[in-house]
């Protein structure tokens, strides 16, 4: 193992957005009993401690791999397309017009059963994203396309929270 690999070549996994759930998980298994620092018990500390990176590193990849939005990120920033999502917030116009939408929607709403509909629409709204997002990274290779797409499917994640904190709101 290499601690420079991407998390791709560490998990051996082709280089792109679709990838295995399970593929995924049975991969970080695998490299983590190969890591474990008990396992490195009776070479001593330096060696353990190692072990330890090993783990940490092992850990950090899975995170990013499990998460589509965290893997559509990470193959943009591996292609130099950064999301910068702090500071790039330019949208195209049809996706702010939406934003407007739903937060008229969120604001005008005064039943769960309109928070529910508004939830069903942004997690419809998030599965088509996830799809432009797959399409961008393996079929066209767009990575910077990707990376406009991502801060979109970040916006509609963070409202869709929004929406599951008002209907928490009104159910108690």
């Given amino acids: 193992m290499n601690l420079q690999s991407t998390d791709f070549e560490l998990f051996q996994l082709p280089l792109q957005f679709a990838q295995s ?95 529910e509909a508004l939830s069903d629409e942004t997690t419809a709204a998030e599965k088509a994203q996830l799809a432009v997002i797959a399409h961008a990274l393996d079929v066209e290779q767009d990575h910077a396309k990707a990376a406009t797409d991502v801060r979109s499917l970040m916006f509609i994640q963070r409202f869709g929270t929004e929406v599951e904190a008002r209907i928490d709101q009104l159910a108690t």
């Fill in 21 to 115: 759930r399970e593929l995924i998980d049975t991969r970080w298994k695998e490299l983590q009993r190969e890591a474990h620092p008990d396992k490195f018990a009776a070479q001593g500390a330096a060696a353990q401690r190692l072990a330890m990176q090993w783990s940490v590193r092992i850990n950090e990849a899975y995170q990013r791999l499990k998460d589509p939005l965290k893997r559509a990120s990470y193959l943009c920033e591996l292609h130099d397309s950064h999301i910068n999502a702090e500071n790039n917030t330019a949208m195209p116009p049809a996706f702010l017009i939406q934003q407007m939408e739903w937060r008229e929607a969120l604001e005008d709403a005064t039943t769960i059963a309109q928070l």
